[in-house]
C-alpha cells in the first residue's frame, strides 16, 4: 500500500498552506485575544472552495477524495 501523498495533493497541501499563512496567521494572536472571527479569510476560503472540499463540483464544493480534505484540515 502506498502511503505518499499525490502530486495534485502536495500542490493542494502547498496552496492551503500558503494562503493559511497569507490569511490566518498575521493577526492570530488578536484574534484569540479578542474572540475575534476571520469572517473575510472565511470567505475568501469559501470562494476557494475549501469550506465543501468533498462536496461535488456541481454542489459548489471541490469534488476532493476523504485524504485531500484531510490535507485542507491539517493545514488550516
Known amino acids: 500500500m502506498d502511503f505518499e501523498l499525490t502530486e495534485e495533493q502536495l500542490s493542494l497541501q502547498r496552496e ?3 494562503l493559511a499563512l497569507r490569511l ?6 488578536r484574534r484569540d485575544d ?4 476571520p469572517v473575510e479569510a472565511i470567505g475568501k476560503m469559501q470562494k476557494l ?7 461535488p463540483v456541481e454542489l459548489g464544493g471541490k469534488g476532493l477524495d476523504c ?6 484540515v491539517e493545514e488550516l
Do not use: N
Not at 490566518?24 to 494572536?29: A, E, N, S
Not at 479578542?34 to 472571527?37: D, L, P, Q, S
Not at 485524504?67 to 485542507?72: G, K, L, M, R
Open 67 to 72: 485524504i485531500s480534505y484531510t490535507v485542507v
Open 16 to 18: 492551503v498552506r500558503d
Open 34 to 37: 479578542t474572540g475575534e472571527f
Open 24 to 29: 490566518l496567521k498575521p493577526g492570530v494572536t
Open 49 to 55: 472552495g475549501l469550506m465543501g472540499t468533498v462536496f
